[in-house]
């Protein structure tokens, strides 16, 4: 990722995002869907940058040249997941067909008080994986992300579920203040989530292979786990179609705190595994990729520390969620 797509304008911004809303909770879910057609048009032709990452993306996970449908495609699902999130957090939830994988494991896990490390990534719907807090009343989550990046998506959604913003934990913060909150909220046996699939610009990162090319990921959260010896599992939230998700879950590694002198070869070890894992559901999933800018590594030396350790508590770039609600 590079600092210029990180400041490029949130498409639409807070009027656009609020007749989308309004339309969604006045008039439903079926006519909020038809708009999403124009909005399909309009960030296709007036979005070069995104639409050639699309096109770049799709060609690579599709084993052919990307067609303007292809892409077409591609930007509707975008909006289609972005259009849920408002039905998801007001809690309308009968409106959707969700099937969860998986989930049975992460909850055994938080049954027995352990706090457990949620990883995610730009995969789908992660807001779509809150539906096992809602089936699990008093289920403590705590998501980790940037309340001033996309400002006009995160008014709205902190309008729509005030308690979910209330627990949130803001990934603008200093890196001690943001790993002290995930060390508390893990020691109350809580589930703390985070997308881990972006290393944001300055970050301490490994790269690792992914569909063929080296790509970058943050060692932060792993660095994390390592430390407060946290049990991670993974979470995607796959949009299918019309109304349907598909939730997966599957456990990773299990919490057990390593030395500091073994972290560097553990992170190491565990991040070309989480690679190849979120290879594969993009590959089950290609239109629901959501990194519209160039994924792949550029040849850079990515920041490694010998100890494992750099970036986390204080390092502001890459402390645990830094990388955790950017959207195209």
């Known amino acids: 990722m590079t600092a210029d797509w990180r400041q490029r304008p949130e498409g639409g911004g807070h009027f656009a995002i609020w007749l989308i809303r309004s339309i969604g909770t006045h008039g439903g879910r079926a ?10 048009l309009y960030f296709l032709l007036r979005r070069g940058p995104e639409r050639r990452a699309s096109r770049q993306w799709l060609g690579r996970a599709l084993g052919r040249p990307a067609t303007w449908f292809d892409t077409a495609r591609h930007i509707h699902c975008f909006a289609a997941t972005i259009l849920d999130r408002i039905f ?14 998986g989930g049975e494991a992460l909850l055994a896990r938080l049954d027995q008080g352990d706090g457990v490390l949620l990883f995610g990534s730009h995969l789908g719907s992660f807001e779509a994986l809150r539906v096992l807090a809602a089936q699990r009343p008093g289920l403590g989550l705590r998501v980790v992300y940037d309340r001033g990046h996309n400002a006009a998506v995160t008014h709205l959604l902190d309008a729509l579920n005030p308690e979910v ?3 949130a934990i803001d990934a603008r913060q200093d890196g001690t203040t943001i790993l002290l909150e995930v060390q508390a909220a893990l020691a109350r046996g809580q589930l703390v989530a985070l997308l881990v699939d972006r290393a944001q610009p300055g970050e301490a990162a490994r790269v690792a292979p992914f569909l063929g090319r080296d790509a970058r990921f943050p060692l932060a959260p792993w660095q994390a786990a390592a430390i407060f010896g946290a049990p991670v599992f993974l979470g995607f939230g796959l949009y299918r179609g019309g109304n349907r998700y598909d939730l997966r879950f599957e456990s990773f590694c299990d919490g057990e705190a390593v030395p500091r002198s073994e972290r560097a070869a553990h992170v190491a070890a565990l991040i070309p595994r989480y690679a190849g894992r979120l290879e594969h559901y993009a590959l089950d999933a290609p239109f629901n990729w959501f990194n519209f800018y160039d994924y792949w590594d550029d040849g850079t030396p990515a920041t490694a520390p010998a100890n494992g350790d750099a970036g986390v508590g204080g390092n502001a770039g890459g402390v645990p969620g830094r990388a955790s609600a950017r959207r195209a």
């Open 165 to 167: 913003a209330a627990t």
């Open 88 to 101: 998801l957090l007001s809690g309308e939830l009968d409106r959707f067909d969700i099937r969860v994988h």
């Open 31 to 40: 006519l909020a869907r038809a708009c999403l057609y124009p909005i399909t």
